[in-house]
């Protein structure tokens, strides 16, 4: 079938379904423009700590600035975009899994991992159900008609999954933090999950009426049925509009349960940050890590690590076993979709490291990493 002549399912910005045909993108600067300029901001950091070396009165910094990029360089990079094109991309060579939809919702021993698309993993861990920075909609764009547009669609549909006990939302950025997702899992059957983020983003999901809600800064831990949960840091920056920037915190989390952890870094480049992470926590079980959106580097690098960069974070927090996430679904930056399939395996390579220390999983496939005692 011609792809543009296909349609996929989506939840729109209310939580339900609509046909999603084809748009142009070249409309994606200027309409997004338009509608985040009706968005306002605050300039006053509620949450601001001075005893805190990553607070400001008007927001947050990254523990290691010298490993920041040079602001300046969108519009460069917007320019070379425009006039050299991008590379072809292959979304069909990313692998699928069947979905074992029957046995997730009847889990509650195991702990596993599933990759549903980009950065959305279930985990099992303690008896909860936990996803991570949940996206389920078509765009990720703060309007439903432009923006972003999936490559591949989730694995799995929000009605495919058990009921939700934790959301960990790592950032603000529209791939990791979507409305019309979060609305959807506040109204699921049996009540709405605990929403775990960090500092300001308690007051975007107050404006919406979301609750309940944790907000933590790093190094905050709050415990659920006996699983620790703790926002570490990561190198990143938050923004929904162009008046926003670092108004609101960015971080990874831990999850840890019975002698078992698991790490999902959120969004990062990279920095010394890691190295302590691992030395605090003495290492991780397992860990999922960004290994797309990094394109061109000399833009991307202090935000967006590269798969050999990503290996280096596996090294340093110390994790057994580490996923490949934030690729295959958003053409966010100038690599395909596609790339790490090729990427990851020369990094670990080049690297002296194992192939099953860092891998990649189909989407749908789950991976149960502790069978239950």
């Given at each position: 079938m011609n792809r543009r002549a296909r349609k996929q399912r989506w939840p729109h910005r209310a939580g339900c379904c609509v046909d999603a045909p084809a748009r142009?993108?070249?409309?994606?600067?200027?309409?997004?423009?338009?509608?985040?300029?009706?968005?306002?901001?605050?300039?006053?950091?509620?949450?601001?700590?001075?005893?805190?070396a990553h607070h400001r009165p008007d927001g947050f910094v990254?523990?290691?600035?010298?490993?920041?990029?040079?602001?300046?360089?969108?519009?460069?990079?917007?320019?070379?975009?425009?006039?050299?094109?991008?590379?072809?991309?292959?979304?069909?060579?990313?692998?699928r899994a069947r979905p074992q939809v029957e046995y997730l919702q009847a889990n509650r021993k195991d702990i596993t991992v599933t990759w549903i698309g980009h950065a959305t993993t279930l985990w099992q861990i303690g008896g909860l159900n936990i996803l991570t920075d949940p996206h389920f909609s078509?765009?990720?764009?703060?309007?439903?008609?432009?923006g972003p547009r999936r490559a591949t669609p989730p694995a799995l549909s929000l009605a495919d999954l058990p009921r939700i006990d934790l959301v960990?939302?790592?950032?603000?950025?529209?791939?990791?933090?979507?409305?019309?997702?979060?609305?959807?899992?506040?109204?699921?059957?049996?009540?709405p999950p605990l929403f775990l983020v960090p500092l300001g983003i308690d007051h975007w999901m107050q404006d919406e009426g979301i609750a309940p809600v944790r907000a933590l800064d790093w190094w905050d831990s709050h415990r659920v049925n006996e699983v620790d949960l703790?926002?570490?840091p990561a190198h990143h920056w938050s923004s929904r509009t162009p008046w926003d920037r670092n108004r609101s915190l960015w971080g990874g989390f831990v999850a840890a349960h019975d002698g078992f952890s698991m790490y999902h870094s959120g969004d990062t480049g990279y920095s010394p940050v890691f190295r302590t992470i691992g030395e605090r926590f003495g290492g991780f079980d397992f860990a999922q890590l960004p290994v797309g959106c990094y394109e061109p580097r000399w833009f991307m690098k202090g935000h967006h690590v590269n798969e050999a960069e990503a290996v280096q974070i596996h090294r340093d927090v110390r994790s057994r076993l580490s996923l490949g996430v934030h690729w295959g679904a958003f053409r966010l930056c100038d690599e395909p979709v596609d790339a790490p399939l090729d990427g990851l395996p020369r990094a670990l390579e080049?690297?002296?490291?194992?192939?099953?220390?860092?891998?990649?999983?189909?989407?749908?496939e789950t991976r149960v990493l502790r069978q239950g005692r």
């Open positions: 142009s993108p070249r409309l994606l600067a200027l309409l997004c423009l338009a509608a985040l300029g009706l968005a306002g901001c605050a300039s006053v950091n509620l949450h601001h700590d001075p005893g805190r990254n523990l290691h600035p010298g490993h920041d990029r040079a602001d300046g360089g969108f519009w460069s990079w917007q320019w070379q975009r425009w006039t050299r094109g991008l590379a072809p991309q292959d979304p069909e060579r990313i692998p078509e765009r990720a764009s703060p309007v439903g008609f432009a960990l939302i790592s950032h603000n950025h529209y791939d990791h933090l979507d409305r019309a997702t979060v609305h959807a899992l506040h109204r699921q059957a049996g009540g703790t926002l570490v080049t690297m002296n490291e194992s192939p099953s220390a860092l891998v990649l999983f189909g989407l749908g």
